[in-house]
């Protein structure tokens, strides 16, 4: 075990919320506990109650931030472009898989926590992302008469087969670097769908 480190030497919130992102993807919510994970890192439980009153606390501030990062990202992207650009629907494609793919242990408890009381944690913020991704979809077919009645359901469709290829590339331990030409196969193919739409 560990010496345990005094909490002068600078446990950081932020510290704490990488470290116990990797400890609830390896070991899902239920099997963790405040003392584990503090024992994990080395510091008495007492350093991490400084931070987060208990571990759901902590587990939905881990799932807000990640979610803020992915969106300011993503907003970032769509700044001075215009609405109906293919090509701005491919970059924030490739942003989102690749986001996935380098942050697996994020992703997971983003997306694939199996646990009905926790993805309550994460339903506003996880619509966020969706409609988001929605809106950049709708403005490309929005105007096209014979897309309309895919409005709802294209985007769902496109997040969806996103969602299988990082999981599947996360769940094979590969990296971004390794499945990029597959990642923008993949992009290109599900976009050359949407112009047919």
């Known amino acids: 075990m560990s010496p345990r480190r005094s909490v002068d030497q600078e446990l950081s919130r932020e510290r704490i919320l990488e470290e116990a992102a990797v400890l609830f993807a390896k070991h899902g919510y239920r099997d963790l506990t405040m003392r584990s994970i503090a024992k994990e890192m080395g510091y008495s439980h007492g350093a991490l109650y400084y931070h987060f009153k208990d571990k759901a606390e902590l587990f939905y501030a881990m799932v807000k931030e990640d979610f803020s990062m992915i969106l300011a990202k993503q907003r970032e992207m769509l700044k001075g472009s215009r609405v109906g650009d293919i090509g701005q629907l491919k970059r924030l494609m490739t942003e989102f898989i690749k986001f996935g793919i380098e942050n697996p242990h994020h ?63 996360i769940h094979y ?22 112009g047919r739409s």
Not at 110 to 125: C, G, P, Q, T, Y
Not at 177 to 194: F, P, Q, R, Y
């Open 107 to 169: 992703y997971e408890i983003m997306f694939l926590i199996n646990d009905a009381e926790l993805r309550k944690h994460s339903r506003v913020e996880q619509a966020q992302c969706l409609d988001l991704f929605a809106s950049v979809v709708r403005g490309i077919i929005g105007s096209r008469k014979e897309a309309q009645h895919k409005m709802y359901t294209l985007p769902w469709s496109l997040f969806m087969s996103m969602h299988g290829f990082i999981t599947y590339t």
């Open 173 to 194: 331990g590969q990296t971004y670097s390794e499945v990029k030409k597959m990642a923008e196969d993949h992009i290109n193919n599900l976009c050359e769908g949407i």
